[in-house]
């Protein structure tokens, strides 16, 4: 009954100094959003690219690419000249490869009836939903008939599902790739963006043969992926393959290879470097935006409280108990910081969720940095607004009123 | 009622050398007594006020109430005597700001027990009669106002003593002698009060005047009914 009624009047006390209570919540709020942002935003980010990765290179994956020169979005070198015999000869000469798939890829309308859309069309063996991870959520796969014989069927995207024939069942409907009719066989299993902020649920998988000879008419692929049997002699491998496809290209010492060979294990190394930024730069730096926000509240409570010890003082004269008065700045202060705690975590993946929708990132997760954040600004009102008062109220009050 | 006895007080400066603000002080006060007690500054008057309203401890001598020692109760004890017993009325009113006049006179009953805290409130502000201005805030009354709701908040919880510590300090002559005379009918109503000041014209509304010098007790008379009369007159 006693502690309510103080409680009560210790609100009313803060609602007459919106100002000053205003600032004490923005410092937190600042320094809990700025937290919030970079981990909700950093996990993610690293999410997608773990996920993305993953699926390109799995645990054991080899991936061989047209052109020379860097890897992933490096310049090419010129002339295409990776065929699917390079591949199979690979196969067949560097013992431990588990499975391999060819690809070759073109940008093309597709349609139905009246609608349109733009999607990346991928050919691919039989073997891409062993050899990729990847699978149809409904319907069927192509097997390897469909591949010898260039069958005109096509699994495509939920995107692309969702442009062609809306909320209608697309299995069975016939399409067309450029001008040449398709038949839907199967829907991808949805996946979402990747880094790049490739859509990659607007794609259509056709079989490689059926690319080649009636959509784009070259004898080439752009690339191939390779699964082997043991990850941990990725390197060896790499550089007999590299002989091998040198070789039936025809390339002299001195010539640069007009293909590129990446392995899972560089990859992971990458990677590493990457998750290194992650987990050791963003931290520091939501770190650095929670300090900053602190000092300011914990300046503002200070002063607060210097200012306030002659109150402490005359209400210990007329009969407040310390531990009144501790009930009185504990509640305060946990207002104030939850509020601005609460109110720093909304801010905060308010701004993560835009940012994300921005860089194509999804599931912005900030429990992680509300926990943090609540922690460290109940830390600085405890430092900053409660032991300042604990100590004047611990003071005989005729030192507190002088 | 309350009495000291060989009160000694010792401050340490912080180059750590001992200063004497009180020095052997006796003094009984009886219930319903109106004691002054003059001196100039440094004589120690604030240092007696502060033991006698239990917001410092004297380093030495006893100080008992109704009998009872005081000086060795513990804090929590010591606060519920301030709340319960003893009204402070401060040279600087020590009002809270932004907070109305009913809103400050509250303040000691939210510490105690009581009930119908705004009834006793507002009836403690038509005793000072300030029952127009209750719901001003400090920056809206005067000096004389602000002080009597200060003096409405000691008496809002009935105590035995009432302490005023230089309360006319800040006022102009007209307020202190307002104020003053409030406490001249508080005590004619049977309050005791016990008033610090330099002013000897003050001093001289008091039944008993108590002189320090130098944290020594060196004077204690009592003020003829006369006296006192011919004060409030002018």
Do not use: C
């Not at chain 1, 349609?111 to 733009?118: A, C, E, I, V, Y």
């Not at chain 2, 004297?58 to 005597?81: C, F, H, I, K």
């Amino acid at each position: 009954m006693k502690n309510a009624r103080l409680a009560r009047h210790s609100l009313r006390m803060m609602s007459r100094y919106k100002v000053r209570t205003g600032f004490m919540m923005l410092g937190s709020v600042i320094g809990i959003a700025g937290l919030t942002f970079v981990i909700a935003v950093g996990q993610s980010a690293q999410r997608k690219i773990l996920k993305t990765v993953g699926q390109m290179f799995g645990d054991s994956g080899i991936v061989i690419h047209d052109g020379g020169g860097q890897m992933m979005g490096g310049p090419h070198g010129p002339g295409t000249r990776l065929k699917i015999d390079d591949i199979a000869a690979i196969a067949k000469e560097v013992p431990g490869i588990e499975a391999w798939d060819p690809m070759q890829t073109i940008t093309a309308s597709v349609r139905h009836g009246d609608s349109t859309d733009n999607a990346a069309v991928f050919g691919e063996s039989e073997r891409w939903p062993q050899v990729w991870n990847r699978t149809a959520s409904r319907g069927d796969l192509f097997d390897e008939t469909a591949v010898t014989g260039s069958a005109r069927v096509a699994i495509i995207g939920e995107t692309v599902a969702k442009a062609l024939f809306g909320s209608d069942d697309p299995l069975g409907a016939d399409i067309q790739i450029g001008s040449v009719p398709f038949k839907v066989i199967g829907v991808l299993e949805a996946w979402g963006t990747d880094p790049h902020g490739m859509d990659r649920d607007n794609e259509v998988i056709v079989p490689i043969s059926t690319l080649m000879r009636r959509l784009t008419n070259v004898d080439t692929i752009s690339a191939a992926k390779l699964v082997v049997t043991d990850a941990g002699r990725s390197d060896e491998m790499k550089a007999e393959m590299k002989r091998i496809l040198r070789e039936r290209h025809g390339l002299t010492s001195g010539q640069p290879s007009d293909f590129s060979i990446i392995t899972a294990t560089e990859i992971r190394r990458m990677v590493a470097q990457v998750q290194r930024v992650l987990f050791f730069y963003l931290p520091l730096v939501a770190v650095i935006v929670l300090v900053v926000g602190g000092i300011v509240s914990a300046s503002l409570m200070l002063a607060s409280v210097n200012e306030r010890i002659a109150e402490i003082g005359l209400r210990r004269a007329i009969g407040a108990r310390s531990q009144d008065i501790r009930l009185q700045f504990l509640l305060e202060t946990t207002i104030t910081m939850l509020a601005g705690g609460v109110g720093g975590v909304i801010f905060g993946y308010a701004v993560a969720q835009l940012g994300a929708t921005r860089m194509h990132l999804d599931g912005v997760n900030p429990w992680m940095a509300a926990l943090l954040g609540v922690a460290a600004s109940s830390l600085v009102g405890l430092l900053a607004g409660v032991l300042p008062a604990l100590r004047a109220a611990r003071l005989h009050p005729a030192e507190a009123l002088r | 009622m309350i009495e000291l006895k060989e009160i000694s007080k010792t401050y340490k400066r912080p180059t750590g050398e001992p200063v004497v603000a009180l020095n052997d002080v006796s003094l009984h006060v009886e219930s319903g007594e109106f004691v002054a007690i003059v001196g100039a500054s440094g004589s120690g008057k604030s240092t007696l006020m502060n033991i006698l309203g239990l917001l410092d401890l004297p380093t030495a001598g006893r100080y008992s109430w109704n009998g009872e020692d005081v000086t060795t109760l513990d804090a929590n004890r010591q606060a519920e005597m301030r709340n319960k017993k003893i009204g402070f009325i401060f040279q600087s009113f020590h009002l809270l700001p932004r907070t109305t006049a009913l809103e400050n006179v509250e303040l000691p009953l939210l510490y105690s027990d009581r009930k119908s805290i705004k009834d006793l409130s507002r009836r403690a502000l038509d005793a000072v009669n300030l029952t127009d201005r209750i719901h001003h805030r400090p920056s809206e009354l005067s000096g004389g106002q602000q002080q009597r709701v200060a003096i409405a908040r000691a008496l809002v919880n009935e105590p035995d003593l009432l302490l005023a510590d230089e309360p006319t300090g800040n006022l102009d002559r007209s307020s202190a002698l307002e104020i003053v005379s409030t406490f001249r009918s508080l005590n004619r109503a049977g309050r005791t009060i016990v008033l610090i000041t330099h002013d000897q014209e003050i001093a001289s509304f008091a039944g008993r005047i108590v002189k320090l010098e130098g944290g020594r007790m060196v004077g204690d008379e009592r003020v003829t009914a006369s006296t006192a009369v011919t004060q409030e007159a002018q």
